[in-house]
């Protein structure tokens, strides 16, 4: 049984109430929802929230709310590990055992459920614990600068100060959208970057929404995105 599992408390502090804040008109984890839904290879979609107008809504976009995440699993400093295999062992007494699952964050308005199979499919060809995607680096990791107290600059690697950029090895950045995972992984509590596996996403559909300037970045990426265009 493959299980998504979509972790949304209530307590969003930066921006209240972003998981179900309207974003281009639609709730911010209807997206998420909507995505799970469209890969057709769901079992069961699962959003596991300690807040009853988060379940409300994300029962009427089609997800199941079948328990209450308990409070010590719904604090800022939770990590996401723990939370997912609570889920996993509240549906294994509902009769849902999942054997694939996969952690779908809530604030994902790029998500694509074709991500969602490719990254699936690599976790069910491969070897490794977990799958998930990451994004290229826009610049260079190895020419970082840090900013001196007086202004001055100085290269965090001075090493590579001569290296031309194309000659320096990519880099790449955990895109924040989804984390497949074996059921074993998951109850194991493997740390995910450690022990998983990638797949690239292409720059323009990763966005990070913490401030009320990157939700309007947001919006307008989803737009140009929306109607066919790249940003």
């Known amino acids: ?13 930066r921006i209240p109430r972003k998981n179900i804040r309207a974003f281009a008109g639609k709730p911010m984890i209807g997206y998420a929802i909507e995505a799970a839904r469209a890969t057709g290879v769901f079992d069961r979609i699962v959003v596991s929230t300690d807040d009853a107008e988060i379940g409300e809504i994300a029962e009427a976009f089609g997800a199941d709310v079948p328990f209450v995440r308990p409070q010590e699993l719904a604090d800022d400093h939770t990590p996401t590990v723990p939370v997912i295999a609570h889920a996993i062992q509240t549906c294994d007494v509902l009769g849902w055992r999942a054997t694939e699952v996969c952690c779908i964050y809530p604030a994902v308005p790029l998500i694509a459920a074709g991500d969602l199979v490719r990254a699936l499919r690599a976790l069910e060809e491969g070897s490794a614990a977990y799958v998930f995607p990451v994004a290229p680096f826009p610049s260079a990791i190895q020419r970082a600068l840090r900013r001196l107290p007086d202004g001055a600059a100085q290269p965090f690697f001075p090493q590579y100060v001569e290296t031309r950029t194309q000659d320096l090895e990519p880099a790449y950045y955990d895109a924040g959208q989804f984390y497949w995972g074996r059921r074993s992984a998951w109850l ?22 913490d401030t009320s300037e990157d939700w309007a970045r947001a919006e307008a990426l989803f737009r140009v995105l929306s109607q066919g265009g790249r940003a």
Do not use: F, Q, Y
């Open 1 to 13: 049984m493959k299980l998504a599992v979509i972790p949304a408390r209530g307590g969003s502090k």
């Open 188 to 209: 194991d509590g493997l740390n995910i970057h450690a022990h998983g596996a990638t797949v690239v996403l292409a720059e323009d559909r990763v966005v990070d929404i």
